[in-house]
């Protein structure tokens, strides 16, 4: 069973910046991609951000230029470096491991709140 961990949410004000952290059990070069979502109250669970195995990074439009992913690989481990948030990056984040072939497999974390409010 693979684990994983969030860290790193917290309360904010509008304009400031918080590191999201996500730790999963087991290389994370064994997955085809990592990434965060994120759900607002009363609201789908949206995709935010992702990384591959090959290093490539995509991001929602929303968050494009503002949200950085990256990771460390000896640590099993990755990031999501937000600044510049707004109020409407209030949400429950979660992290998201999955796997295509052997798959498709999907492992996710207990989520981590962000709160933007002044």
């Known amino acids: 069973q693979v684990q994983v961990v969030e860290t790193g949410g917290g309360l904010v004000q509008p304009g400031g910046s918080l590191r999201l952290s996500c730790q999963v059990s087991?290389?994370?070069?064994?997955?085809?991609?990592m990434g965060w979502f994120r759900q607002a109250p009363g609201k789908k669970r949206e995709f935010v951000a992702e990384v591959t195995a090959q290093g490539r990074t995509h991001y929602t439009n929303s968050v494009k230029g503002r949200f950085t992913i990256s990771r460390d690989n000896a640590k099993n481990t990755v990031f999501l470096q937000m600044n510049s948030l707004k109020p409407e990056d209030t949400a429950v984040y979660y992290c998201n491991a999955h796997t295509l072939d052997p798959g498709p497999y999907e492992y996710w974390g207990q989520g981590t709140q962000v709160t933007v409010s002044s």
């Open positions: 087991r290389s994370i070069f064994s997955f085809d991609a």
